[in-house]
């Protein structure tokens, strides 16, 4: 990818063209019926590309292609490497694209959706035509000419506008217009037959419609009369009448919109190329005919959540003017604007135990970054004091986020509520102060926030000789998968061919990575790399919310991973057994530095297997509804002070008392509840909350007087599965002399007055480029802006 992406770049340079890549940065609640609908389908083209690898051992065939999570962002950052402009639409994509292209007196768009193709694009081009020649010095691609489609469709383009509108789009569903598509084709139509099988909704193909509704197009007599066209395409409808006459309106009313008489500016210097990063086409002049028995988009359905805190006007600023540049990961806007994300589809197989889904998986990264984003620490402690001065408990305002997400086990039909959660360990500055603080500490406690969303806030993490900074995002997401609670997920080699990997010289060589020969795909392997790259993506998330500490240029995925070469290392790993050497190509250098990141990535980490009532995470609500809280609150209870005599294991359950408790996995609070108080006055909140695992444990054990304590494995049994020998074991499994040690290694920022990270390259508010362009950001920003 970065080497097309490169080769790109050059052409457009040696052909005098300047690009401007857009990325799709809104959120567009408006679309979220498409993006279920795309959501099920990719969740499918899943499980169809592991049956494949399980089956056949090859790579999918190419028609089953589905982006990679983080690839958007991927892309992103390598734009901005090789110095092309980007920008992060930020309500309406489409909307914002067709301004900017006027506004700016573009000479061309570069997309794949059919909605430009009828906005009235002078240059419209394809963006799945796009080829790149191998020698770099060719860029080709097509042309939709829209005036031979006006004149293949006897079409006239003033038309279009009513045309686009009955074909269907977001604001008005195929679905609300396949009652009227049917009548266009009449009884007698060889596909009526098809109308109605077994209660499925049955659409006509998209090449029939699009001939039958051009038809009836031209032959209307007044195209401004909206009132009688709307009775007359709805006449045989049933249901929801108003509804979709107003849908009717808005859809009009949008295209009218987007299709005014464009206003070019005169335009000097280079010659202005627009390519826009978008996913697929409902109706577009190349779209495949979709299947005759598909079966009806069932309606997504919202819930209403508390209000958002008050967030500082002067973050919000900054947080919008970062997004628009593309200096942002999108979510970071949408979080603290709409209180929603929407995460994307992984490859996962659904019918295995062993792996948890991924959003289930780092859903406390995320957790914990709301809670960053929120300055959750200070409004607690603000309620602390409060209480304190009227001699009462404090009361918590909860903070809950909206998570769209498919996954095993979950429909995309509905959110899921997740809420936010403070660090146990110490305070976190607010947003403002981690974002735009300029003192040593401040950017000691930016990079300590991003450790501690990723729970490696260790010494080790923080030490080039162990830990390179290219390399911090790699172990911080390997050292997260390996504190998951239920069945372990990277075994000892694995964990070795992903840092073999990341150290292998071959990263850096295309041409040998693009010879190397993988026999047989591991299916194990996919899997595992799905799960980092995902892990990756909650990684530049984390970082972002917590004012990139690490710069940019140290966060790209092509500095420590490849998919194609994890794949060789794993087989080597796991198939012939290689010892570390052998991963390292033969390289002791190699050995060493991957021994002492292990080392670092296993810090304080003590691995012993859960009781066997536990799961790895809670079975499935009914009908894919989030999951309730023990008790249906959402005000979590006074902090309460751990035992004092813990040892270093997972600890189990603490005593419940009537006042509740809370859960503890790995010293992170991952559950709480009030036991049999009421809401002290403010009465429960009926809404859905969703805890980060173990929930359904904790209903179990409510009512026992004291839970079961977990159960460590023996040293042998430990030992054998992971591979691990002599000291290296007791690091993995703790020791009998570790039972009064911490249940958490000492912190890398113990002393936040110590000048822990005085690195300039480590933080990317700290080089002089960043300092003169986040000077003052605050007020500055937006003067240019305004």
């Known amino acids: 990818m970065l080497r097309y992406l490169a ?10 063209i300047e690009l401007l890549v857009c990325f799709n940065g809104a959120l567009e609640k408006g679309r979220l019926h498409e993006w279920v609908k795309r959501q099920v389908n990719e969740r499918q083209t899943a499980q169809q590309i592991v049956s494949h690898v399980q089956n056949k051992g090859t790579p999918p065939p190419k028609v089953w292609f589905l982006p990679p999570v983080c690839m958007a962002h991927c892309i992103r950052l390598a734009l901005l490497r090789f110095r092309i402009g980007v920008v992060q639409s930020i309500e309406d994509h489409h909307q914002e694209v067709i301004a900017l292209y006027r506004e700016n ?16 694009i002078p240059y419209y081009f394809s963006a799945h035509a796009l080829k790149l020649s191998r020698n770099g010095k060719s860029l080709t691609t097509s042309q939709y000419l829209m005036h031979e489609v006006a004149k293949q469709l006897d079409l006239n383009p003033n038309r279009f506008v009513i045309f686009a509108s009955l074909l269907g789009n977001h604001v008005l569903p195929d679905e609300d217009l396949a009652a009227f598509h049917w009548s266009l084709l009449g009884p007698e139509h060889p596909l009526a037959s098809l109308k109605v099988r077994a209660h499925q909704l049955v659409l006509p193909p998209c090449d029939v419609v699009i001939r039958a509704v051009a038809d009836y197009v031209r032959n209307l007599k007044d195209v401004n009369d909206l009132e009688a066209i709307s009775k007359d395409i709805f006449r045989h409808s049933q249901s929801r009448t108003d509804d979709k006459v107003l849908r009717f309106k808005m859809a009009v009313e949008y295209y009218s919109a987007a299709s005014k008489p464009p206003h070019f500016c005169p335009y000097l210097g280079k010659k202005c190329f627009l390519p826009v990063l978008e996913v697929g086409s409902p109706h577009g002049m190349n779209a495949q005919i979709p299947s005759l028995l598909s079966m009806p988009t069932r309606n997504h359905m919202d819930i209403t959540t508390p209000p958002l805190p008050l967030v500082a006007p002067e973050v919000l600023r900054v947080a919008e003017h970062r997004h628009k540049k593309g200096l942002m990961y999108p979510y970071i806007y949408h979080v603290l604007t709409k209180g929603e994300i929407k995460l994307s589809v992984t490859i996962e197989d659904e019918a295995n135990k062993d792996l948890p889904s991924a959003a289930q998986l780092f859903r406390p990264i995320r957790q914990y970054v709301y809670g960053v984003l929120f300055s959750l620490a200070e409004a607690k402690k603000k309620a602390e004091r409060l209480a304190m001065r009227r001699n009462r408990l404090p009361e918590y305002q909860p903070v809950i986020v909206k998570e769209w997400a498919a996954y095993k086990g979950k429909s995309p039909h509905t959110p899921e509520l997740v809420e936010a959660l403070p660090f146990r360990e110490w305070t976190c500055p607010n947003l403002k102060k981690l974002w735009l603080g300029k003192a040593v500490e401040d950017k000691n406690r930016r990079m300590r926030a991003f450790l501690a969303c990723m729970r490696s806030d260790t010494p080790a993490m923080l030490n080039p000789a162990n830990v390179p900074t290219p390399l911090m995002v790699l172990c911080c997401v390997l050292r997260f998968m390996l504190q998951w609670p239920g069945v372990r997920i990277l075994r000892r080699n694995e964990l070795d061919a992903f840092l073999a990997q990341a150290l292998s010289p071959k990263l850096y060589e295309p041409d040998q990575l693009q010879e190397l020969k ?14 980092f790259m995902s892990g990756v993506d909650m990684a530049l998330f984390a970082n972002d919310s917590c004012g990139q500490p690490i710069p940019w240029e140290h966060c790209c995925p092509w500095m420590y991973f490849d998919g194609k070469l994890l794949q060789s290392k794993l087989i080597k790993a796991n198939r012939e057994k290689a010892p570390l050497i052998d991963l390292c190509d033969g390289q002791n250098e190699l050995v060493a530095k991957v021994e002492k990141m292990r080392q670092s990535i296993l810090e304080g980490l003590n691995f012993s297997r859960p009781p066997p009532h536990h799961l790895p995470f809670p079975p499935p609500a009914p009908h894919g509804m989030p999951f309730y809280p023990p008790n249906g609150t959402f005000y979590p209870p006074p902090p309460m002070p751990p035992p004092q ?13 009537s006042q509740g408790g809370k859960l503890e996995i790995a010293g992170t609070v991952v559950g709480q509840w009030a036991g049999t108080r009421r ?36 040293s042998e049994s430990s030992t054998a599965e992971n591979g691990v020998e002599g000291k290296e074991a007791e690091q993995l499994n703790g020791s009998k002399d570790d039972s009064r040690a911490p249940n958490q290694p000492e912190s890398a920022f113990s002393n936040d007055s110590k000048m822990c990270n005085t690195n300039p390259h480590l933080n990317a508010l700290n080089a002089d480029s960043e300092h003169n362009r986040d000077e003052a950001l605050g007020a500055a920003v937006l003067k240019k802006e305004e």
């Open 7 to 16: 080769a790109l770049a050059k052409a457009c340079f040696n052909g005098n």
């Open 105 to 120: 007196g573009f000479h061309g768009l570069v997309a794949y959706d059919s909605d430009y193709a009828l906005c009235s």
């Open 518 to 531: 993988i026999d047989n795909l591991d299916p194990r392997g996919v899997q595992l790399a799905a799960l």
């Open 645 to 657: 005599s813990r040892g270093r294991g997972m600890p189990g359950l603490q005593t419940i008392s």
């Open 679 to 714: 809401g002290r006055g403010r009465g429960a909140f009926p809404i859905q909350v969703v805890s980060p695992v173990y929930t359904s444990t904790v209903n179990e054990e409510r009512n026992k007087p004291k839970a079961e304590e977990t159960k460590s494995l023996s």
